[in-house]
């Protein structure tokens, strides 16, 4: 299996080669050549097998430069019970919101409490061997932009790994209180954390220039360090998703949910479009899907997109209480429009460039009718968000974050709208303690305390809902790190953190 840039189709790369460069040196982001296929024996058999079964046979597929051993290796290292509490470590509950059913794939067990640990936990093993094979000697210095989950997923996730440094970058006004606390309190020797005066896209914008940049890759060449990424432009983030739609969709038969063979929907809450394309993958497979409902917050630019075919960022920014999901440059909408456009690597480049110089594209009628058919988008505001996590808990008493809601919301309205019934798993991805401040609110309860750590208490006492370790774990622990920086000072902070002197 070869993987091509979507912007330069003449390059072809091995997915070591793929995962260790994180993205292409063109600037587009590596795709498989091609989807291999999932056969309906293959299917039938991965219904009987552990979570750790499933996803060796889906990634063998794609890391056909691994060994077998090396793939064992990867996915029993990551997919432990120690750290997802479960041989199982995307459980479905079922709920019925306004009268719908819906199967919530939680996806958020794993060691910092958001659904990036899937990819997260096992990135940094695929890394590692990855490097072994193409990386000639070089430390990977990983960077990460992130809006909250990802920054600490990597964090945990790359922490004391050997060959490796990370540095995160997060927006200062952008992250959940609980989010930042998790950040700032890191261990690892390996690990540096800076917040930046900006939103995630001003540190995903400097985040992919710094990496592409010829001078900087030079200086750290100089001293036996490359780049590489752990955000969703990774291939081995992406990766490791496929596999737990194909998983879910094996669970929703065996909970008799669905028939082999019958379809079902997917609703995913998106931010950078990782996630989803993700499960669109898993359809390219052959996974029985009937639709994708992409569910956007007040920054609805995908909405209007899958809408119109018109995709335009020139418009209000808002700060919302789904920070996860405050985007409007969605990364791996390029992957899915190079698939759209039938792998037309010059077509995505125009649309990609289009989108660098005015900050709009709109896309030929062929792709926007084929996103039509399989994608339909939707958006939660705040309102809509805050009254689903209380009438979801009111109705059922489950309590979800404030992402998963966004999600809940909009397949509510897309069963109205459309009156279509096909089963469907929803993307439930972080765990509501996250978002204490928010969810507390939400419920409408009275006053609520000043602290986190007592918020997260009281919305215990509420709904008996249990405290994820991790996050208990943190209260007390200080924080090792507080610096902020501007925007265009990005590049020199990394070369400090690397003890790098300009
Ligand atoms: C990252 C994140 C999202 C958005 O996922 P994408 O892959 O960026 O679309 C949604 N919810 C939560 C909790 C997240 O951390």
Redesign the pocket.
């Known amino acids: 299996m070869y993987y091509h840039s979507t912007q330069d189709k003449s390059k072809t790369v091995l997915s070591a080669q793929a995962i260790a460069q994180g993205i292409s040196q063109d600037g587009g982001l590596f795709v498989p050549e091609s989807f291999p296929q999932l056969t309906a024996d293959e299917l039938k058999a991965m219904l009987s097998m552990s979570y750790r079964d499933r996803a060796k046979l889906v990634i063998a597929k794609y890391l056909t430069d691994f060994t077998e051993e090396e793939i064992a290796d990867c996915v029993d290292s990551a997919y432990t019970v120690e750290k997802f509490g479960s041989a199982n470590p995307d459980p479905i509950t079922s709920v019925d919101y306004n009268g719908a059913q819906q199967n919530l794939l939680e996806l958020?067990h794993g060691p910092t409490c958001?659904?990036?640990d899937m990819a997260l936990q096992i990135l940094p093993h695929f890394l590692t061997k990855s490097l072994k094979k193409v990386g000639g000697g070089k430390d990977a210095v990983i960077l990460v932009a992130t809006?909250?989950?990802?920054g600490k997923a990597a964090l945990e996730g790359f922490k004391d790994v050997e060959h490796t440094k990370i540095i995160v970058f997060y927006p200062v006004d952008g992250v959940s209180a609980m989010q930042k606390h998790q950040m700032n309190t890191q261990q690892g020797d390996n690990v540096y954390v800076c917040a930046i005066r900006g939103n995630f896209d001003d540190a995903q914008t400097a985040v992919k220039r710094i990496f592409t940049d010829p001078e900087t890759q030079a200086i750290l060449a100089d001293h036996n360090m490359m780049f590489s990424s752990a955000n969703?432009i990774n291939w081995g983030r992406l990766l490791p998703q496929i596999v737990y739609y194909i998983s879910a969709y094996c669970d929703m038969v065996n909970l008799g949910k669905v028939k082999l063979g019958d379809k079902i929907n997917i609703t995913?809450?998106?931010?950078?479009?990782?996630?989803?394309?993700a499960g669109y993958y898993a359809y390219e497979m052959g996974l029985p899907v009937n639709r994708f409902i992409c569910a956007s917050n007040s920054n609805n630019v995908l909405t209007d997109f899958i809408r119109t075919g018109v995709y335009d960022k020139n418009r209000d920014f808002y700060t919302t209480v789904?920070p996860?999901?405050d985007?409007l440059v969605?990364s791996?909408l390029e992957r899915l429009l190079y698939t759209m456009s039938g792998d037309n690597d010059v077509e995505t480049k125009g649309y990609m460039d289009a989108l660098k110089s005015c900050g709009r594209y709109e896309v030929s009628d062929s792709i926007k009718e084929k996103i039509g058919a399989m994608f339909w988008g939707g958006y939660a505001d705040e309102d809509a968000t805050k009254k689903t996590i209380h009438d979801l808990f009111d109705q059922q008493g489950y309590l979800c974050?404030t992402?998963?809601a966004v999600a809940v919301s909009v397949c509510d309205a897309y069963i109205k709208e459309t009156g279509d019934n096909t089963p469907v798993v929803i993307a439930s991805?972080?765990s509501p303690y996250?978002f204490s401040k928010a969810v507390l609110g939400a419920l409408d309860k009275g006053d609520s305390p000043e602290s986190e750590f007592d918020m997260v208490e009281q919305l215990h006492e509420i709904t008996g809902a249990e405290v994820p370790e991790p996050l208990a774990n943190l209260r007390g622990k200080t924080a090792r790190f507080s610096d902020v920086t501007d925007k265009d000072k990005m590049q020199s902070v990394v070369l400090s953190a690397l003890g790098i002197a300009e």
Not at 147 to 150: F, R
Request: proline letters at 3%; hydrophobic letters at 30%; zero cysteines.
């Open positions: 958020w958001a659904f990036k809006s909250g989950d990802t969703s995913v809450p998106t931010g950078n479009f990782g996630n989803i394309l789904s996860s999901m985007i969605s791996n974050d992402h998963t991805t972080a996250k």
